[in-house]
């Protein structure tokens, strides 16, 4: 769920770089090769990952404060905002609820604006935070004062856990470090893999890599975290990860280059992106990262019904973003290490 604003702005700017060839390579289970072993053993943990109808959504169990949230983790942005008891009973409702038992940051607020036009904004606590045995003990925690609508009528989710980089956090006038950013010097090894699966749980995983989660070897490519997202280079162009988007979102072209060659699709201003009969055999949709396949599967591509036997596609036009956005659609067959050494890495689930 990407955020809006200057990681954007900033992207608009890198399109005029030339890129290189990215450098990448692969690594075998077992290969530590590539890194040194990190000397002081530390924490790592998992986290639940649960899919909500469609795969629109996973959460994750998040202990805050002393009180159990279920949040969307989110490799797009870069605040960790939850429900609190300053919203009003109305907006609240069917959630549960951060207290405020921290201590209060006075003078500091945040506001964040995603690029669907959805909005929250509240104060700041520092408090403790707990994700599968992984502690941050002083993490800034947003209780949301106002929401979206979207946002409240989710009664599942209770708030978002931005995972990108610290230094475009929008609490001000001081921003705070991400969860991840506090925690990570203490991992066994500073990196987390994502293993998002489609209509089943999945995890995060914190400081460790999972070799019975994936098959074969990770892929990796380096990725630009500057502008707050896990942004790398693609056959797409320029692409952000982005675990808190339910679909992917690429250049116009690529995209009606693939509905194109289905019988029946269209362009639904109504729907607001490619439709297609739902009964329609789909191809897979080719994406190239590091010169290896990491297509989104044909299955996945048929997102949900609309109306009259028509489905909505897996992958939309990103309406002019200078960035494609490879959300669930993508990423739900991958195991992914988000690695702050540099790089991002790929494999096939197993």
């Not at 075998?28 to 629109?56: C, H, M, Y």
């Not at 609240?92 to 506001?111: I, W």
């Not at 470090?177 to 995060?204: C, I, M």
């Amino acid at each position: 769920m990407l955020r809006k604003g200057g990681f954007l702005t900033a992207l608009a700017a890198l399109l005029s770089i030339a890129y290189a060839h990215p450098i990448a390579g692969t690594e075998n289970k077992g290969d530590v090769k590539a890194f040194s072993i990190r000397q002081v053993a530390a924490l790592k943990g998992s986290a639940r990952a649960t899919p909500e109808v469609n795969d629109w959504e996973y959460l994750c169990p998040v202990n805050v404060g002393g009180t159990d949230l279920m949040l969307k983790f989110d490799t797009g942005s870069n605040d960790l905002w939850v429900f609190s008891n300053q919203l009003s009973p109305q907006t609240s409702a069917g959630h549960t609820v951060y207290t405020g038992t921290g201590k209060f940051l006075p003078r500091n607020s945040f506001s964040m604006n995603y690029v669907d036009k959805s909005a929250t904004s509240g104060n700041v606590f520092v408090d403790k935070v707990v994700i599968g045995g992984v502690t941050a003990t002083s993490q800034a925690v947003e209780a949301a004062t106002s929401v979206a609508v979207k946002f409240s009528r989710d009664i599942h989710s209770d708030g978002v856990l931005g995972m990108g980089s610290s230094h475009v956090n929008e609490v001000k006038p001081t921003p705070q470090k991400t969860l991840f950013d506090n925690v990570k010097d203490r991992l066994e090894t500073p990196l987390f893999a994502v293993q998002l699966k489609h209509n089943a749980p999945g995890s995060f995983d914190f400081g460790f890599i999972d070799d019975s989660k994936y098959t074969g070897s990770i892929t990796y490519t380096p990725v630009d975290s500057s502008k707050g997202g896990w942004m790398f280079n693609s056959s797409l162009g320029l692409a952000v990860a982005d675990t808190g988007a339910s679909i992917a979102l690429v250049p116009y072209n690529d995209a009606a280059n693939y509905y194109s060659r289905l019988d029946g699709a269209e362009y639904s201003e109504q729907d607001g992106g490619f439709i297609f009969p739902c009964a329609t055999k789909l191809p897979d949709f080719p994406i190239t990262v590091a010169g290896v396949n990491w297509n989104v599967l044909g299955a996945f591509m048929n997102y949900v019904t609309v109306a009259n036997g028509y489905c909505f596609g897996g992958v939309q036009h990103n309406r002019g973003m200078p960035v494609s956005i490879l959300g669930a659609t993508f990423l739900k067959n991958k195991y992914v290490v988000f690695d702050t050494r540099g790089r991002i890495g790929f494999a096939q689930q197993s």
